[in-house]
């Protein structure tokens, strides 16, 4: 093979790779290489934060700080069932979409999960 | 007697009661310790009844979720005074809240179905004002102890969510 036709075999390449990339979608749609953990507090019968915005692949840990038992919930999706004071729960959100999270046990406790 | 008046004279027993501070003397550690213990173990007997008579099922996981949470409360109240070798000591407001929650068990105990309900609902409404009330004006305030004072102040998100969620079911039940 002479160095021309060898320049053009690897260009060549590099195009095919480049478009195979474009072929499977945007970069932003492909799971995030690195998954984040997010902590949710559960004090003072609140969620702090009440708006969590995290990426596909993350997970979020809610940890109970106060003096009674809570839930983190969100209908036909998740239940954490009993989260007892200082114990916490974890959960992984694989599909986007914005989840309203409430504590079963006390129905003013309300927050939600974005997942971008 | 009329089921809210009875309500709201059992919650301002413990209003007058705690008031009474204001002239007499503030409590101190130790009677603030009685009466945390008192006024949880009132809701958890009211809670208790109503988990096993409330026909309303709203109402009936409200009861259960009153014995959980106060039986809660009182275990973090009861090892704290352990911890800091405090005998919670009696005193006119933790007998007025005794004798308000008996007054009010023993009230529920006449009634059924609805009537249950409602009352029971109305006297969680007026009782956790009253603490809430009680816990700003006289027992957070007076506390000395910082560990004892910040246990109050811990517990307190927990009672307005109660009063919340009481006011709740009362407006449900009133329709």
Redo the contacts between chains.
Sequence with gaps: MNAVARIVGGLLVTFASLGGANAAGPAASAPPSKAGTHTVLIE???FVPETLEIRRGDTVVWENR????HTATAEGRFDSGNIA?KASWRHRFDAAGTLAVVCR?????KAQVVVR | MHVLARALAAASALVLATSAYAQGGAPNDAQIAGIVVAANQVDIDAGRLAEQHASNADVKAFGKRMVTDHTAVNKSAVALANKLKLKPEDSETAQSLKKGGADNVANLKTLKGAAFDKAYVDHEVAYHQAVIDALDKTLVPNAKNAELKALLEKSRPAFVAHLDHARDLQSKLGK
């Design positions: 003072n019968l609140r106060d003096l009674v038992p004071p046990y006390h129905p003013t406790m």
